[in-house]
């Protein structure tokens, strides 16, 4: 079975560019969500999708946006990005609409801003 | 608050026993999670504990007390490839709560 993908693996912009980020979760998952993970800071949580619904959203300006799919694959956009936005941005995926099921991650989208 | 508190480093030697303690906030408990994680990569699962006591998980034991706010995860016989952070989180009603992580240095 497949796990958590993500895509791209690495991305590059520049500052006021804006980023498209990909997941797709583990097959029958329905719940997805975003961290942002920076140096020396943790994961913060950015975004919860369930059943295409965003459920819950973390302490994050409104330029960090994002969407589920039918298919329950999400997408996290970042707008008018800023040279702190460059980090290990992660997806998670659960079985079921609950913070307590277990969270499968993805490996993750490096985003550098120059 | 949402204070979750973990050291953010600690050494160990190969076959030793190293303990790395996690805090947190008691109002609205959901359990606590203890997730590792390689540099450069993604954090995968390593216990969930609701109840109070000690799980254990072949070299890895989880311990929680709720009255206390107090998880600790215990890993035994330490091998070069347990080299990694490890980080407790806290599920609230509509996320969760991840500590900053504890980075684990074994040394030969």
């Known amino acids: 079975e497949a796990g958590v993908t993500q895509s791209p693996t690495h991305l590059i912009k520049t500052r006021g560019q804006q980023a498209t980020l990909r997941c797709s979760p583990i097959?029958?998952?329905?719940?997805v969500y975003w961290y942002q993970q920076a140096l020396g800071l943790g994961l913060q949580f950015l975004l919860w999708?369930?059943?295409?619904?965003?459920?819950n959203r973390g302490n994050f300006p409104p330029r960090f946006s994002g969407r589920q799919f039918p298919n329950y694959s999400s997408e996290l956009n970042v707008n008018a990005l800023e040279l702190e936005d460059s980090a290990l941005y992660l997806c998670?995926?659960?079985?079921?609409?609950?913070?307590?099921?277990?969270?499968?991650f993805g490996p993750g989208t490096r985003l550098t801003v120059l | 608050g949402q204070n979750i508190d973990q050291p953010t480093e600690m050494t160990a030697t190969e076959g030793a026993i190293v303990q790395i303690n996690c805090t947190y906030q008691?109002?609205?408990?959901?359990?606590l999670f203890w997730y590792q994680q390689h540099a450069g990569e993604a954090p995968t699962f390593l216990s969930y504990?609701?109840?109070?006591g000690l799980e254990e998980k072949g070299r890895f034991s989880s311990f929680l007390s709720r009255s206390k706010g107090y998880s600790y995860l215990l890993l035994k016989e330490l091998q070069m490839k347990d080299s990694a952070s490890y980080l407790c989180?806290?599920?609230?009603?509509?996320?969760?709560?991840f500590g900053k992580g504890t980075r684990l240095h074994i040394l030969p």
């Open positions: 989180a806290t599920p609230k009603r509509d996320k969760i709560i």
């Open positions: 504990n609701v109840l109070d």
């Open positions: 999708y369930d059943e295409g619904e965003e459920r």
């Open positions: 998670a995926s659960s079985a079921a609409g609950l913070p307590t099921d277990t969270q499968y």
């Open positions: 008691t109002s609205g408990f959901n359990g």
């Open positions: 097959s029958g998952h329905t719940s």
